[in-house]
C-alpha cells in the first residue's frame, strides 16, 4: 500500500469509472439478494462505471444471464461468488464444530478460473453442502489458478478472527491465502464501516482497522467494497421483508436476522470516492485494476453432443441413414424389421414411393448440414431401447411430428404425409438452434431411461436441469402480508384482488395492476394496510423463492459435466445443473425432455388389464382412427 501526498493530491482526479463494484448479490441469492439482474446492469451504467462483479452466495445460477445483459450494455461483466468455507474440512460434518462457516469472495480473472470456480461451486454443492455449499483450503489450493480472491465480509475468516480481536490468528489466515495466492488476494475493506457512511458500523470499523495493519505489514493490497443485496436505499425495507421469508419470522420480531443497521446497496461511486478517495485512493483504483485483470470469454452456441457409440465402419451421417431407409422400408412399403435390415440404403431408396424418397433426402441433407445427425441417434436410441422393454411412450407431440425421419426411426408414430405435416417448423437452416423433441412416456419408467442414458453415456455425463420458483404477484402479496402479521382473512382478500390466469399475464406487474384494476386500485389508495402490502410485494415480485427439479429437463454431455457447467444438489436430493434451461442450450449442451406422463402408465395398466382377462394384446400403433363403434 503506498501513501503520500502525491496520492493523496491526485484522488480529485478520481472518477466514477474508477471504481468497480466487486461485491454484489442478485436474487439468485435466494431469499437474501433482491436486485434483479437487468436492473443491476441498468445502475451501473447509470452511475458512470464501466465494469461490475457479481458474486451470489453459493451459486453460480445468474452468471450467464448477467454476462449476456452486461455485454448487452456495454458493461465488463466479472464472474464471481461470495462461497463459504468449512471451519475444517468440507467434509466434516460435526454440529458442534462444523455449523460456522466463513464467506470469501472469489472472482474469475481468465477462462482458466471461469471454470475452476465452476468447479469449486460445483463440489462445494455436491462434496460440502452441510446447511450450505461449503469449500475447504485444500479445495482453494487445488483450483485456484485463474481466480482472484477477497478477503470477504465480517462474516470471513479473517473478519470473524478481527472481530474477535485476535490479530495473530488474522495475520497467520492472510499469510497463508497469499502464499497461495501471491498478488491474486486482497483484503476486503467494507465501506460501512467508514466514519462517513450513513450507515457507519463499529465491528466493520474494527475490521477494516485491522486490515490495514494487516495490508502494511504483509504487503497485501486492498480493496474497497460494498456488499450490495438491493439496489437503491429505497429498497432496504422491502430486503428486510425478504429476510423475514427466508427465515420464517416477522418483521416485528427482534431477536430476526436483520441488516437493517447497514446501507448495503449498489452505492455511487462519488460517495467512494468522497469516503476514501483523500486518504486510501489506492483501494479505489485497486478495484478498477482487479477488473482490468478479468477477463472472460463464456463461449455460447457451441452444439456439444455426445458421441453416440457407433456400429463399426458406420459414421453418423452413414447409420442415420441406413437406419432411416431401413425404417421407411417398413413405414411405408410394409417389410418386415428382418428383410430391411438385411438391404442396404442404395437397394432401398428405388422402392420408395417419389414422394418419400424427396422428403427424406431433403430431411437427411438439413440435419446433416446442421450437424445434427448425431442427436437423432442418441433419441431414437433411448426411445426404441424403452420400447423394447414394453414401456408406453406418447405417438408424437410438437414440431418433431412434422418429420419422416423421426418417424422412420420411431422416435414418432405419426406419418407426416399423410397429415400433411411441416418439417420446417421442426428443423430449417434459417432457425440456428438446436432441435427440441419433446419425448412423452408413462411416467413409472422415466428414471429407468433416465439411467440407461447415464449407463450408456457416463454417469458424470447426464444429470436433472433446475427450475426457479419465482415469486408471483399473490404469493407476494400473502408472504409479505404474513411478515407484517395481517390477519389471516384481510391477507387472504388482499391477494385475491390480484387478478389471476390468462388474463392477468396482459395485465402485467403487480406494480402496472395497481394502476389499471379499479378494485385493487381503489384498496390501494383508500386502506394503508393495503398500500404498505402492495407496495413491499411489488417490490419482491419476481424475486427467486426456491430451486427445484425440472419437470422434464435433462442434460447428457460429451464430456463430464463439471467441466461445463456448474452443478447443485436439490432438495430431492438430485444432482440438477445450476443453469436453467434456457441457458443449458445457450452453452451448447443437449437438453432432452423426458416428460413422464401419469395418463400414459394408465394406459399401459389397461392394456396389461385387457391382456389378462381377455388374453388380446392390443396395438397401440395400429389402432383404426376411424371407428365408429368407439366414437
Avoid at 286 to 314: F, H, M, Q, S, W
Wanted: aromatic share 8%; proline share 4%.
Amino acid at each position: 500500500m503506498t501513501e503520500g501526498t502525491s496520492e493523496q493530491s491526485s484522488s480529485a482526479a478520481l472518477k466514477p469509472s474508477d471504481f468497480v463494484h466487486l461485491h454484489n448479490h442478485t436474487f439468485h441469492s435466494v431469499l437474501d439478494g433482491l436486485t434483479k439482474i437487468h436492473d443491476l446492469v441498468d445502475k451501473v451504467k447509470e452511475l458512470g462505471m464501466e465494469a461490475a462483479a457479481v458474486t451470489d452466495h453459493g451459486t453460480m445460477s445468474g452468471i450467464l444471464d448477467y454476462y449476456k445483459t452486461a455485454k448487452k450494455a456495454g458493461i465488463k461483466p466479472i464472474i464471481g461468488i461470495e462461497t463459504y468455507v468449512a471451519t475444517r474440512s468440507r467434509f466434516d460434518r460435526d454440529p458442534g464444530k462444523d455449523k460456522q462457516r466463513f464467506h470469501l469472495t472469489v472472482l474469475a480473472m481468465n477462462n482458466t478460473g471461469f471454470h475452476n470456480l465452476m468447479k469449486l461451486s460445483t463440489r462445494a454443492n455436491l462434496e460440502g453442502m452441510y446447511y450450505k455449499p461449503r469449500i475447504d483450503h485444500e479445495l482453494l489450493e487445488e483450483l485456484n489458478e485463474g481466480l482472484i480472491v477477497l478477503s470477504g465480509c465480517a462474516s470471513g475468516e479473517i473478519g470473524v478472527a478481527l472481530k474477535e480481536d485476535d490479530y495473530d490468528r488474522a495475520r497467520e489466515i492472510a499469510k497463508w491465502y497469499k502464499s497461495i495466492l501471491g498478488d491474486r488476494y486482497y483484503l476486503e475493506l467494507q465501506d460501512h464501516g467508514h466514519p462517513k457512511s450513513n450507515t457507519h458500523w463499529d465491528v466493520q470499523a474494527k475490521i477494516n482497522e485491522g486490515l490495514i495493519k494487516l495490508s502494511k505489514e504483509l504487503d497485501i493490497e486492498m480493496v474497497v467494497t460494498c456488499d450490495g443485496h438491493y439496489l437503491t436505499h429505497e429498497y432496504q425495507d422491502a430486503h428486510e421483508i425478504l429476510l423475514c421469508v427466508g427465515t420464517g419470522s416477522y418483521l416485528s420480531d427482534e431477536k430476526r436476522m436483520s441488516l437493517k443497521d447497514f446501507e448495503l446497496h449498489l452505492t455511487d461511486p462519488r460517495d467512494i470516492i468522497d469516503h476514501w478517495g483523500e486518504e486510501f485512493p489506492e483501494v479505489i483504483r485497486n478495484t478498477k485494476k482487479i477488473a482490468d485483470r478479468c477477463d472472460v470469454e463464456i463461449e455460447l452456441g457451441r452444439i456439444l453432443i455426445p458421441k453416440y457409440p457407433l456400429p463399426d465402419g458406420e459414421n453418423e451421417h452413414s447409420y442415420l441413414l441406413r437406419l432411416t431407409y431401413q425404417g421407411l422400408l417398413q413405414r411405408y412399403n410394409g417389410a418386415s424389421k428382418e428383410e430391411a435390415e438385411k438391404l442396404d440404403p442404395d437397394e432401398i431408396i428405388p422402392k420408395l414411393s417419389d414422394e418419400v424418397r424427396e422428403r427424406a433426402k431433403m430431411e437427411l441433407g438439413v440435419m446433416g448440414n446442421m450437424g445434427y445427425e448425431g442427436y437423432f441417434l442418441i433419441v431414437q436410441d433411448f426411445i426404441n431401447w424403452g420400447k423394447s422393454q414394453g414401456y408406453v411412450f406418447g405417438p408424437g407431440r410438437g414440431s418433431a411430428a412434422g418429420s419422416i425421419v423421426s418417424y422412420a426411426v420411431r422416435i414418432t408414430d405419426l406419418d407426416p404425409l399423410k397429415y400433411s405435416l411441416l418439417f420446417e417448423r421442426f428443423l430449417n437452416p434459417d432457425r440456428i438452434s438446436m432441435p427440441d423433441i419433446d419425448v412423452d412416456m408413462q411416467d413409472t419408467c422415466r428414471d429407468d431411461v433416465i439411467d440407461y442414458c447415464a449407463d450408456k453415456y457416463g454417469r458424470d455425463h447426464v444429470c436433472n436441469i433446475v427450475t426457479f420458483g419465482t415469486m408471483a404477484s399473490r404469493s407476494a402479496v400473502r408472504d409479505v402480508a404474513r411478515v407484517l402479521e395481517v390477519p389471516y382473512a384481510e391477507s387472504d382478500r388482499l391477494s385475491k384482488l390480484v387478478p389471476t390466469g390468462p388474463q392477468s399475464a396482459h395485465i402485467g406487474t403487480l406494480r402496472e395492476i395497481l394502476q389499471t384494476d379499479p378494485d385493487i386500485k381503489h384498496e390501494y389508495e383508500t386502506n394503508p394496510t393495503a398500500k404498505r402490502v402492495y407496495d413491499f410485494a411489488a417490490q419482491l415480485e419476481g424475486t427467486i423463492r426456491s430451486h427445484g427439479v425440472h419437470a422434464c429437463g435433462t442434460v447428457i454431455a460429451p464430456e463430464p459435466l463439471i467441466d461445463i457447467i456448474p452443478l447443485e444438489m436439490a432438495q430431492k436430493g438430485v444432482i440438477t445443473t445450476q443453469f436453467s434451461a434456457p441457458e443449458v442450450e445457450d452453452m451448447g449442451l443437449l437438453k432432452m425432455d423426458f416428460l413422464g406422463l401419469s395418463n400414459l402408465t394408465i394406459i399401459d395398466n389397461c392394456l396389461r388389464i385387457v391382456r389378462k382377462v381377455y388374453g388380446d394384446k392390443v396395438d397401440l400403433d395400429n389402432l383404426r382412427l376411424d371407428d365408429e363403434e368407439a366414437y
